[in-house]
């Protein structure tokens, strides 16, 4: 080893190909935005916004500002919509840089609204309806004053208008179907008053697959596309690959006496004679510490157990079991290994979170190499 040997793998094949399956699911009418938001769920935005815009995606939505920068200055010429609202002083760069903000204020669209006019440009924009998530977005009853004065703001487009589900990936689909009742019936509101978007849209991953209703002319994937699913219950709706892999290398092995600790806290004590190999990954990279006494790592095809207390730059595991290993051996986090497999989904149940979660929280410090 030449180097530190922690990296995430990412096969942009994969992300062709849940993106390919999730079109599969949708008409020829209805179009995809591929949300790339927190550096695309931490696999690396840039590269996975040329791999969905090469697989024919046209809409790309990020969370921020300097997010859109960021996928714009990669070479991304799709429209790319700020999901996240923009602040007073960030409407300049959204006009450099050509992305289209998500608005759910007046004194916003208005401020956007001068500035176009001042560039003699007529900006799109997409308004958001809150429909229950209670997050952002206007109330359904802010929609008349809002758009009454919005038509008024001659240099806007709504290209869309938009709102966001709550539990769309529950089996129990009541909420859900309350929810889209509300916003289709804003939307026709919205069009009564003289306002008429090219698309709605509504659905995420979980929607988009278990509630075909709520596809109408656009949906907006996310943690689908990264091959997770969002709860147990779809792994048999769709076939999704996963997209990344965590993979490091043992970095020291030793051999413990029974009665000795490991780690921080001595949350491990060894009850015989035991072989702990040191791995060079640990919270600092992303490795939930909440894995202390739960978590596995994959070595030489078989599964190890983590011994003791995740640390900050080093995680500990029990190799006594497993014959032959040796120091550089492969040590797989999340991916497969040999019949064996650990992925997001089984880390997040054990550290009490969701996949999610697990892939942000990937830390920058680790190298993301494309395959």
Not at 103 to 116: G, K
Not at 283 to 291: A, V, W
């Amino acid at each position: 080893m030449d180097r530190r040997p922690t990296s995430a793998i990412i096969d942009t094949g994969a992300l062709k190909f849940n993106y390919a399956e999730l079109e599969k699911k949708i008409s020829g009418t209805t179009r995809i935005m591929a949300v790339v938001k927190a550096n695309a769920y931490g696999h690396g935005d840039v590269e996975a916004a040329r791999a969905f815009e090469s697989a024919g995606c046209r809409f790309f939505g990020v969370a921020t500002v300097e997010e859109g920068v960021k996928i714009r200055v990669g070479g991304i010429i799709s429209p790319v919509i700020v999901l996240g609202g923009i602040y007073q002083g960030q409407i300049k760069e959204t006009f450099e840089f050509d992305l289209t903000p998500v608005v759910f204020d007046i004194e916003i669209a208005r401020a956007i609204n001068s500035f176009a006019l001042q560039q003699g440009l007529i900006k799109k924009v997409h308004v958001k309806i809150d429909t229950g998530m209670g997050r952002i977005g206007l109330m359904p009853k802010e929609i008349e004053g809002f758009f009454r004065e919005f038509k008024t703001l001659s240099n806007l487009k709504a290209e869309a208008v938009l709102s966001h589900f709550v539990e769309a990936e529950s089996p129990d689909k009541e909420f859900t179907k309350r929810q889209l009742e509300l916003f289709l019936k804003t939307v026709e509101q919205i069009k009564g008053m003289g306002v008429t978007p090219e698309f709605i849209d509504m659905a995420n991953s979980a929607a988009a697959v278990d509630y075909a209703p709520s596809h109408l002319n656009l949906i907006r994937p996310g943690i689908m596309l990264y091959g997770s699913y969002p709860a147990k219950h779809f792994n048999d709706k769709i076939p999704l690959k996963p997209a990344l892999e965590l993979k490091t290398r043992i970095l020291h092995i030793k051999t413990i006496a029974a009665g000795s600790s490991v780690s921080y806290g001595r949350r491990f004590t060894a009850k015989r004679e035991s072989v702990i190999a040191t791995l060079p990954i640990g919270y600092g990279d992303g490795l939930p510490r909440k894995l202390t006494g739960t978590g596995e790592v994959l070595i030489r095809g078989k599964r190890a157990p983590i011994a003791g207390t995740v640390c900050m730059d080093l995680t500990m595991c029990d190799v006594t079991d497993i014959p032959g290993v040796a120091k550089g051996d492969e040590a797989v986090i999340i991916g497969r290994q040999g019949k064996e497999e650990i992925r997001a989904e089984e880390i997040a149940e054990k550290a009490g979170t969701i996949s999610y979660e697990i892939f942000c929280n990937i830390s920058p410090r680790v190298p993301r190499i494309y395959i």
